[in-house]
């Protein structure tokens, strides 16, 4: 008797644990669609308030590479953290450059309407799979101009008891995409990463941005 108790009790418990998740799903839309809503309205410092503090640690760790590293320097670092620096050299002048931090960069490119250094813009997202624990989730991202990338992922960090962005979570699988167009026999990665970085801005940019 008491053996056949336990499948209604473990029945109950897991849909509580599907409505957990089902309300933890929701949450994180709410979390995007809330940044989106402040996004395009150039409220930069409320859609600040939803990217997750590693996104902030890793602008930490980029902005002095990108004031201090040469060409040879720049041409050792993953590909992502490469595309950053040259990213903010462009946008930003070495003395601005030194007044940023990861703080101040997120907001002036948040008014800009555009996502800070290097990071692509997450149009909408796919289905959220959320850890057993809870504490993270990941979702596909649609990536302009409209494209599903498959294996392209954004993470979501439940930090202070509100789900976060991690804008920078979707480097390390969007690399492996780019890194064979910055091999060239006659080219460092540096200079190749700037050819494409010219391809982006449809502008010609000085190869001086190589150099620190």
């Known amino acids: 008797m008491i053996k056949w108790l ?3 009790v473990f029945s109950l418990a897991l849909l509580s644990c599907e409505e957990s998740r089902n309300k933890q ?9 809330d940044f989106s809503d402040a996004f395009f ?16 640690r890793y602008y930490d760790r980029i902005l002095p590479l990108a004031r201090t590293a040469d060409d040879a320097g720049l041409s050792t670092l993953p590909t992502f953290d490469l595309f950053t620096c040259l990213v903010l050299r462009h946008r930003y002048g070495p003395k601005e450059l030194v007044g940023l931090d990861s703080q101040t960069l997120i907001l002036d490119a948040f008014s800009r309407m555009t996502f800070p250094g290097g990071a692509p813009h997450f149009l909408d997202l796919g289905d959220i799979s959320v850890d057993g624990e809870g504490r993270t989730a990941r979702a596909p991202v649609l990536l302009p101009p409209g494209k599903w990338q498959e294996g392209i992922k954004v993470t979501f ?7 976060k962005m991690d804008l920078t979570s ?9 890194e064979p167009s910055l091999v060239d026999p006659s080219s460092s990665r540096a200079e190749m990463a700037l050819y494409h970085l010219q391809m982006h801005e449809n502008q010609v940019i000085s190869r001086e941005l190589l150099a620190p």
């Open 41 to 56: 309205a150039r409220d930069n410092t409320t859609a600040a308030k939803y990217i997750s503090q590693r996104t902030y």
């Open 6 to 8: 336990w499948i209604p």
């Open 25 to 33: 799903r929701n949450d994180i839309r709410k979390t995007f669609r």
């Open 157 to 163: 960090l439940r930090e202070s008891g509100t789900w």
């Open 170 to 178: 979707v480097f390390g699988a969007l690399g492996p995409t780019i």
